[in-house]
């Protein structure tokens, strides 16, 4: 199939703002999905509330919107129901990371075989550009007006630690290399966690001067560096890119089956 038979085009135009990164991180995904060759049937996608779990409205996939921060555990639901499916779950990062931060580790904790798409443009865009947990230190919201006094954490260093046994980092610039690692999380055999860094211009950008859409797309270009690079070595502040852990690990599934064969033998 091509990537348009993976599309309800009837949903379209759609309702995300001009120069806004979750419509590259759909086009990666329909293109992994496209390369992989899968059946509209194999795959479900989960979402919870905000601008990037729109994206379940524009797939032709089944698909289940649910409630914020709940798509992890509502995936949870549909994974352990019908393993057989490929589960995948797009979230912004206050859906992932602030209400459904507990879901998030222990989703990654118990390695269920679902792939967790964070679209990190780093405010709530669809509810008013309130600061979320990936704003960082200093930075301007309409709820912090005077600056923000929290500081961010590293959704690859808090995945690595609760567990995923696929992590991945890319950016709405690197749109080739978005779909391959897409494509590897979604072939990977436990909990994938794909952080695309995505740039929010209504929001984010205007409100911390950063410019359009195209100077944002530009930033995560010069601002981020391959996994190792000489130019990490030479400016750590760079943002590594790339895949940071790869893994095999008893997926949660399995060993649940398992633990039902164990409580039904002998009967």
């Not at 390695?111 to 669809?126: E, S």
């Not at 740039?199 to 797309?217: D, H, I, L, S, W």
Request: a positive charge.
């Amino acid at each position: 199939m091509a990537v348009k038979d993976y599309l309800r085009e009837r949903f379209f135009p759609h309702m995300w703002c001009p120069g806004c990164g979750h419509g590259t991180v759909l086009n990666g995904l329909l293109r992994a999905v496209e390369k992989l060759g899968m059946s509209k049937n194999e795959m479900v996608m989960v979402s919870g509330i905000g601008c990037s779990s729109r994206i379940s409205g524009y797939v032709d996939f089944h698909t289940l919107h649910t409630l914020h921060g709940r798509a992890l555990a509502f995936a949870t639901g549909v994974k352990l129901s019908k393993p057989e499916l490929t589960v995948l779950v797009p979230m912004g990062d206050g859906d992932a990371l602030a209400i459904g931060g507990n879901h998030f580790i222990h989703a990654a904790r118990r390695n269920i075989d679902i792939t967790a798409l964070v679209m990190n443009n780093r405010i709530y865009g669809m509810t008013g550009g309130q600061f979320s947990p990936m704003s960082g230190y200093g930075t301007s919201a309409t709820t912090a007006p005077y600056s923000n006094i929290d500081h961010s954490f590293d959704v690859v260093e808090l995945s690595k630690a609760a567990g995923a046994t696929f992590v991945a980092r890319t950016t709405a610039y690197h749109v080739q290399n978005m779909a391959d690692i897409i494509r590897k999380a979604i072939l990977h055999e436990g909990f994938s966690v794909v952080e695309v860094l995505t740039q929010c211009p209504t929001y984010f950008g205007r409100k911390n001067r950063m410019g359009g859409a195209v100077e944002m797309v530009k930033w995560l270009k010069d601002n981020t560096t391959p996994i190792g690079s000489k130019a990490k070595q030479e400016n750590p502040e760079l943002i590594e890119r790339g895949v940071f852990v790869q893994k095999e690990l008893p997926e949660y599934c399995n060993e649940y089956n398992k633990v039902i064969e164990r409580a039904t033998k002998g009967r």
